[in-house]
């Protein structure tokens, strides 16, 4: 881990709107992950590239794309999520009482 890194992507945890991510949903750089991990801890894997780990969450469905349902009821909604950019993805939380 680096201390350094870390502390960046902390100072770069953000709220979304979904007018923002929209576009971005459509060209499957958004990523949705649960609330079982951090943002950070996920981002800081990203950039770390520690592939195995990242794959264990892909597999665990701990972090994956968001579904088509999930994409329609949110032209709906419009939420308001926590995010963090790690290029070329942009990580979402999306809270279970949330859509």
Do not use: N
Not at 43 to 59: F, K, N
Request: glycine letters at 2%; aromatic letters at 8%.
């Amino acid at each position: 881990m680096t201390p350094t890194l870390r502390a960046h992507l902390e100072d770069l945890l953000d709220t979304a709107q979904w007018e923002w991510l929209e576009a971005h949903v459509l060209r499957g750089r958004v990523l949705v992950v649960t609330e079982s991990l951090s943002l950070v801890d996920v981002g800081l894997a990203l950039a770390e590239d520690r592939t195995a780990e990242v794959q264990q969450w892909i597999d665990d469905a701990w972090l994956y794309q968001p579904t088509a349902d999930q994409i329609a009821q949110w032209r709906v909604t419009k939420p308001q999520v926590p995010c963090l950019i790690v290029q070329p993805f942009i990580l979402i939380h999306i809270h279970s009482s949330a859509p």
